[in-house]
């Protein structure tokens, strides 16, 4: 599977970016989709994951209501709509996948995801 991230950029604080991440290898909709993010000196963490269909959603806290995740299965995309930017969003976002089954507790955690895009530069200032 490989994954081609894109759509950052710099933005001001409290405005917006759409991230997307096209996947090629396998049959997308068989795949569980994740969004991580890493700043300078930080671990990755978790921000996003949608199941299969796009049917189910989950966010960590600090993105909750201001960041959107979704699927479009026929483009074999997943994208990440990010509003009222901060700037500790500031960050490299990567975008993953998993081919096994839906673990809710691995699917916050860089271990539940067998493929890794290269990553997209976002950055918001103040």
């Known amino acids: 599977v490989q994954l081609q991230a894109s759509g950052g950029g710099l933005v001001q604080s409290g405005g917006s970016l759409r991230l997307s991440c096209a996947a090629s290898g396998r049959t997308f909709s068989s795949l569980l989709m994740g969004w991580f993010r890493q700043a300078p000196g930080k671990e990755r963490e978790f921000v996003a994951r949608?199941?299969?269909?796009?049917?189910?959603?989950y966010y960590a806290d600090s993105v909750k209501g201001r960041f959107t995740i979704s699927r479009d299965n026929a483009k074999n995309t997943v994208y990440l709509q990010m509003n009222s930017l901060k700037p500790e969003d500031t960050a490299v976002y990567y975008c993953?996948?998993?081919?096994?089954?839906?673990?809710?507790?691995?699917?916050?955690?860089?271990?539940?995801?067998?493929?890794w895009g290269q990553g997209t530069q976002v950055t918001v200032s103040s």
């Open positions: 949608i199941s299969w269909s796009g049917g189910s959603t």
């Open positions: 993953a996948a998993r081919t096994g089954g839906p673990n809710p507790i691995l699917l916050t955690t860089t271990r539940g995801y067998d493929y």
